[in-house]
């Protein structure tokens, strides 16, 4: 058989394993007009990874799963998350070796419902998740942990996050009262190899313990960035790059006066970027950059605020030398407005990672968080674990106007789902009275959809069970990619005779 006729049939067959129904065709002679469009269809399986959530034997943590209701999507479906070290125990019993089976930490039920979990102090392992069927598509975990004293006290927030091969966290550190660790969990039955860079102002940082790092079939490892240089660094851009396999990977950055937070992976390297929901009473923002490439970047630094794009006085442009980080500090850049933070070339485009660090609250009760640049919302993004009164929603919309409809589900103990729709002027940032489930009991989860208009970035900030504390934690929301686009497609079985 020919080569050619080969590789249709395994593309045929791969599209088939990811939709259950394509098939392949020939071209059509009469054009591209005649071609119907692609489908785009609920994904059937989604991993997620959430990382170990705490070394503080006062850890609370929280699991909250949710799955939007998709349209086209199976009549049934299962997921579950389990401990890293045993990902493929997912009920009570025992097993064909008589070894008992572990319960989940999360089981997830129905879709539009969501589902939570908890537990409590050090030894929280990671975790491992998987979904099929109608609980596939947009399914979302958030990990939420609550610290009462000590190093990185507050809130600790992190969307677990799917598999990939390659993470950028800028905004890390080495710095004297910082203790950052990286995280990394292996979903796969096979070991994950990667490679752990670190670039500070002067460039990459000399050291050999973070090249081939091995990660156990089904397992996790943590690295405190300090072992990997002895270099002290304020700022710090972390890449992680995958030799073999894929992973989850994330920055647990701890404070000792500022308390601390997940620092997720930023959006992959792009010339226009935005970091999204600045609180508006953050007392301090730190601007984190890093370009990748050979050549050096200038931007122009705006804040979409609510009345529309302004320039920070005395941050107009920033330069980001290539190959090197840079941090500024921004101050009280949102002067208690709702803000995003806006980056475009001034000349020509070079891609740039970014994140900032915001601060909360003055003196012994301050709190940090970070905010990553973050891809539009798209299609459809959900933040879980919203709370009654501690949960602010952030919506911004910087290069067009735009509508979005959020929903608030049910609660995890019970409520009525709710529904607002938002018309957002061009380049501002509102946060918006989002709605809450009626009679809610228990958390709940927020929906943002985009109806129309140019690209919506969106973030969900969370305070702590203390009012009195300025801790909390932000998590953007990206576009969920709850639906693949697949090609439609004819059965031609003359295809295999050509």
């Not at 990671?126 to 190093?151: D, R």
């Not at 938002?422 to 927020?446: E, F, H, M, R, W």
Request: glycine share 10%; proline share 7%; hydrophobic share 35%.
């Amino acid at each position: 058989m020919k080569r050619t006729t080969l590789s249709l049939i395994a593309c045929a067959t791969a599209l088939a394993a990811v939709t259950g129904f394509a098939a392949v065709s020939a071209p059509d002679d009469s054009g591209p007009d005649t071609a119907a469009p692609a489908a785009r269809l609920p994904v059937e399986r989604t991993s997620l990874l959430c990382p170990a959530p705490s070394t503080s034997d006062l850890a609370e943590t929280a699991y909250t799963s949710f799955t939007p209701v998709t349209k086209g999507a199976d009549d049934k479906g299962s997921a579950a998350l389990v401990a890293a070290e045993r990902a493929d125990a997912t009920d009570e019993g025992e097993d064909e070796k008589g070894e008992k089976k572990e319960k989940p930490v999360v089981q997830p039920r129905t879709p539009g419902t969501p589902v939570d979990g908890k537990t409590t102090g050090a030894d929280a392992p990671a975790l491992i998740g998987t979904a099929e069927g109608n609980t596939a598509p947009g399914w979302t975990v958030q990990q939420t942990t609550e610290v009462a004293a000590g190093t990185g006290r507050g809130v600790q927030g992190v969307n677990c996050t799917a598999p990939d091969t390659e993470f950028w966290f800028p905004g890390a550190s080495t710095a004297t009262g910082r203790t950052d660790y990286v995280h990394l969990t292996n979903p796969d039955d096979s070991a994950a190899v990667v490679d752990i860079e670190l670039y500070g102002k002067d460039g990459a940082l000399k050291s050999t313990v973070g090249e081939g790092v091995t990660v156990p079939p089904h397992g996790s490892e943590s690295l405190l960035l300090s072992t990997l240089s002895d270099v002290k660094q304020t700022d710090l851009t972390v890449h992680v790059g995958v030799r073999s396999g894929r992973l989850g990977a994330a920055v647990q950055a701890l404070d000792d006066k500022t308390g601390g937070d997940w620092l997720t992976a930023a959006a992959d390297p792009a010339s226009d970027l935005v970091m999204p929901g600045i609180p508006k009473d953050a007392t301090a923002v730190r601007l984190v950059l890093f370009t990748p490439g050979g050549t050096d970047a200038d931007l122009k630094v705006r804040l979409a605020s609510p009345s529309g794009l302004i320039t920070p006085a005395g941050h107009e442009t920033v330069h980001v030398k290539a190959g090197m980080t840079t941090g500024v500090d921004l101050g009280e850049v949102t002067r208690g407005e709702a803000g995003s933070l806006v980056l475009t070339p001034t000349d020509r485009s070079v891609p740039v990672v970014a994140a900032v660090r915001v601060v909360r609250g003055k003196g012994d009760e301050q709190e940090s968080a970070f905010i990553p640049a973050s891809e539009p919302v798209g299609a459809r993004a959900t933040a879980a674990d919203n709370r009654a009164k501690h949960t602010t929603l952030a919506l911004s919309a910087p290069d067009g106007a735009a509508k979005v409809k959020v929903t608030a589900s049910a609660g995890t103990e019970g409520g009525t789902p709710a529904t607002k729709t938002y018309t957002l002027k061009a380049g501002t940032t509102q946060n918006v009275d989002a709605p809450v489930p009626a009679g809610l009991k228990g958390s709940y989860a927020l929906t943002v959809e985009t109806v129309s208009g140019g690209p919506v970035h969106a973030s969900r900030t969370l305070t702590g069970s203390d009012d009195d504390v300025a801790s909390f934690t932000v998590q953007t929301l990206p576009d969920d990619r709850g639906t693949v686009s697949v090609p439609n497609a004819d059965e031609d079985l003359s295809v295999l005779q050509k």
